[in-house]
């Protein structure tokens, strides 16, 4: 499964971004995905996942209640909305995902995560 996101650039204070994550093929609506984020000079860190269906997720309390994720398994995407993003949101955003078929639990650990593409950065300016 390779992954491709997109969406990130550079942003004040209270803006809104989305980020997307596409994949090129159908196994995509079988897995996990999940984003992370790693700042400079800090290590990679969970922000949210949602299970192959979109009927679970979870997010990082830092994020939670600005951040929504979700997804079109028919166009093999996931998208992460973000909103009141602050500078400490600065980061290169990871999406991964791994198998689940609808019955492993979701995952907050990056090591559970088999599929990773390239980051995209977010800038949020203050």
């Known amino acids: 499964v390779q992954l491709q996101a997109s969406g990130g650039g550079l942003v004040q204070a209270g803006d809104s971004l989305r980020l997307s994550c596409a994949a090129s093929?159908?196994?995509?609506?079988?897995?996990?995905v999940g984003w992370f984020r790693q700042a400079p000079g800090k290590e990679r860190e969970f922000v949210a996942t949602?299970?192959?269906?979109?009927?679970?997720?979870i997010y990082a309390d830092s994020v939670k209640g600005r951040f929504t994720i979700s997804r079109d398994n028919a166009k093999n995407t996931v998208h992460l909305q973000m909103d009141s993003l602050s500078s400490e949101d600065t980061a290169v955003y990871y999406c991964?995902?791994?198998?689940?078929?609808?019955?492993?639990?979701?995952?907050?650990?990056?090591?559970?995560?088999?599929?990773w593409g390239p980051g995209t950065q977010v800038t949020v300016s203050s």
């Open positions: 991964a995902a791994f198998l689940d078929y609808g019955l492993r639990s979701l995952q907050t650990d990056s090591l559970e995560y088999r599929y």
């Open positions: 093929v159908r196994a995509f609506s079988s897995c996990a």
């Open positions: 949602i299970s192959s269906s979109g009927g679970r997720t």
